[in-house]
């Protein structure tokens, strides 16, 4: 018996954060990680851009969490720097953590001349160990040295925010406004510890407030789409960054912003700790968009709708049983289910389909399951992954 | 690589439904399982009997859901008969359904003459598909040949109403008045299809009124803090009966009656399909019951815990980032969590603990995960079951 699943080749765009003109970036290996795989990004702008961020609704959210926040506040979204570090979440550290965090910002603020508050800092791994931060301070100072605005510094970035990753996730689009971004997570019906990173640049102009009102929207079509952010881990952070080096305002390099970040959300369900495909869930009709987003985390957070996925098994049983338990749902009376554009359920009764065919169409990288309820005109969309050997393989042995 | 475990080897009483004085019963292979399993079960009373039912709340309530709910209400709970068939849930079956459903009872009435509304009617196994009525037919006419009030008899109906259940599951108490019940259903984080059959019977003198008027509480405190009927199958039932044949009343057997519930409840969640273990979910001093209640339901739902409880990995990160995310939770300062008696994190921040000991305590079948609040005297019980390979295996390709 064999788990592996090929993962694809996923396009990977000619371009990294360091093509969005103004940014400079690094990634070195610090030894936080035992591996001794990059631990430690940084991104520098030369001069203050603009910043909006997103942050985990979780009570327990992480010492950088805390930090960042309040260097946004207190820096009006104008920012200089981020630093990452991997390899350890500084979550569930007190006092010791926020000491650490704050460190990190300081060090960073030093040496390209800024206030700290103008340099935002987050960080993945384990929970709930004391950040080694000698070894983080040494990480700062090489990749201080190492800042550049090749594409290689861009990569290098991406590479030192990577966990349980199985693949690097990045996206962009040069035309018009560049706009570049990546992002680290792996989605999942749960929250992993410290998940989901995401840092989208562009060098469109804007004001920290223009970006502080884009900000929901794009998340909510995105990053909050994908089954991972409704379950907010302790160290969420979706930053988005504009260095205002090309004419183009906010309005224009938006739908780019929109694509790229969709674009990232699906690589994080992609991934998914062992996915074999990303579904999107598609909810119509319902009683309003609520009610539609409360179906679409019905169903993408039911084990069995995943394992079903995993199997490819077009068992709408399971689909439209799930819309059954909604209380947000008056009636299933009018109820249709389309699975890879095959009807298998309409108006209540299910049809006859070939169920050859149906798990033939499942067995795709991209697998859409549609919902038709007659009560309103709720919308809504989620990505979620599949739930395979590898997902609890992976899961089941993560700390010891 | 393996993923075989073991099960125990559980308590079986020396007792059936039959123990019951008053109840005949049988067992028999009907064809409706393509494997030649039993697959047709009855329960008789040579009399009418005191009879209250829970049922599903899921609104794509199968056929003989929507049947016995008329029949209980219309006999006013004094029945005679309870007919079984797994193999087929009858459910999503429209108008054909009902009339299949309807059909059982009557067949039952007319051979021990009685109301075909004094008969209630369950089914469970594949949803979506006909019932193969003339088979049913056949079965209920053998059924009828080997009532019995025997052991064996009783084990029979067991066997009979099992579908992907890995071991039978009886619980009994012959001391004072007799109470014996069996039950089907294997405890997940979603629903299955028709996952949850109990039947719990005992000699003891009782009303309809008055097992109605119990029976909530019974099911909170047993099938209800599964984490299972959480999210109702389209076949849900538990029915609670009364014979009267013995001189107690129901007061004194309820204690026996919430003991026996409570042993099928975990015998549900043990099976688990593919559960290595139970895991039971104690939550105190939140703000009140039903806050202590979405905790339970945050923690036992969360993949990545129950991925966690499988590998024996004392996770305490998974597990009080969920208490975090709980809206119901106001602040997470307070909070403690000990697993199975190890203080793993203590008013808000982790304690030091050996982290190997406590790998080695979670390997058991019966594991204890409590929370501690400080914000109210909010109590609540859930019991789960761990997710591991075998719950892949179980659930990806049930139907394909």
Known sequence: MTFAHPLPVLPSPPCSLTSVRGLRAAGVAAGIKASGAPDVALLVADEPIACAGIFTQNKLAAAPVVVSREHLARSRGHVRAVVVNSGNANACTGEQGLRDAREMCERVARAIGCAPHEVIVCSTGVIGHALPIARVRRGIDSA????????????????????????????????????????????????????????VATDAQATPGELAHAIPAIAASSFNAVHVDTHPSTNDTFLLLATGRADAPLSSARPAIERVSRRLAWLIARDGEGATKVTTIDVRGARDDRAARAVCDAIASSAL?????????????????????????GSIEGLSCILQGITVFEHGAPTRFDRAAASQAMRAEDVHLDFVLREGSGHATLLTSDLGYRYVEVNAEYTT
Chains 1, 2 share one sequence.
């Open 144 to 199: 201080l040295q190492e800042l550049s605005d090749e594409m290689a510094a861009g990569r290098a970035f991406l590479r030192a925010i990577m966990t349980t990753d199985a693949f690097p996730k990045e996206a962009g689009e040069l035309d018009g406004a560049t706009v570049a971004g990546v992002c680290k997570g792996a989605g999942m019906i749960h929250p992993n510890m410290a998940t989901m990173l995401a840092f």
């Open 305 to 329: 709708v995943r394992t079903a996925l995993f199997g490819n098994d077009p068992n709408w049983g399971r689909f439209v049983s799930q819309v059954g338990n909604c209380p947000e749902v």
